[in-house]
């Protein structure tokens, strides 16, 4: 029966998911998904995956029963999809859940690089209002034209927002969106050109490796504000800083970074940065219906021979 079935948790999951998955399956956990770690005694019983990180081809290579990988999170870069579609393993991400707190991170994320409100505060705290006046922000949003990088359920979330505060929006995605009515920029260094302000959304992995790197960042200009709401390993971290010392570009707000959770001191130090530890999703009610997507993902693979939300990467794959 179902709940004979041996699921492995990788990673530090909350106490919400680690008790879903306690009532419906039998658990195993690992801190990470090092085969290493995986013991001779219970790894042939393995058939699902509940993950929170990495999931490599070595990895699943080693689970030789293993017939399902359910990703918290939308992106899923950290897990080889296209080896498991190979091995006929089934992969699924949690969509939609989360869409609009990560568009609303997002906007939040941008005025306050824009207005500066997380450093206002700081300077209210310190006591210094008492002796000055905070100085007038060099930055607004006001006048600002906004180009989105991938322009997928979240970019979409991100337009709209950005549409209601009556600024502009610009994109560059894979394909042309035929459902939206914003200038279309085939390339990255186009898009950049185009605008003031750019929205990074698009997904990790091989093809968006460091795309934001001198080029783009001297496209985008001295006015130029980048926000980085999708994986770290989209931005070249070391041209971000020399621009911001620099002055090529004004200012960066990120919320991911290229080695989680240590971020390089250079960034750390650099002017004009606000940086947030990763936590686009990250509210309780937000966190619980993707951990109720994984799980239900999970009970509808092994109930019904069905997942809810696939990767496309494995969309081919039969129970
Ligand atoms: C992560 C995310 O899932 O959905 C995503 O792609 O980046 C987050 O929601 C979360 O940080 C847990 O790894």
Known sequence: TRRDTTILLLGSFNDYIVGRLEQEFRLRRIASGDVALLDPAWLHDVKGIASMGRVDAAFIDALPNLEIIGNFGVGYDAVDACHAGARGIMVTNTPDVLTEEVADTAIGLLIDTV???SR?????????WEKARYPLSKLSLRGRKVGIFGLGRIGKAIARRVEAFGLPVAYCNRRKADDVAYDYYPTLTALAQAVDTLILVAPGGAETSKV??????????????????????????E???????????AAAGLDVFDNEPHVRKALLEAPNTVLLPHIGSASEKTRQ???DLVVDN???????????TPVPETGHVKK
């Open 239 to 249: 041209a971000l800083v020399e621009a911001l010392h620099k002055g090529t570009i």
């Open 212 to 237: 934001v790197n001198a080029e783009v960042l001297q496209a985008l200009g001295e006015n130029g504000v980048l926000i980085n709401i999708a994986r770290g390993s989209l931005v070249d971290e």
């Open 120 to 128: 206002a505060q700081a300077f209210l705290r310190a006591g210094e």
């Open 298 to 308: 999970l009970i509808a693979w092994f109930d019904r021979g069905v997942a809810i």
């Open 115 to 117: 207005r500066e409100l």
């Open 289 to 291: 219906a993707m951990a």
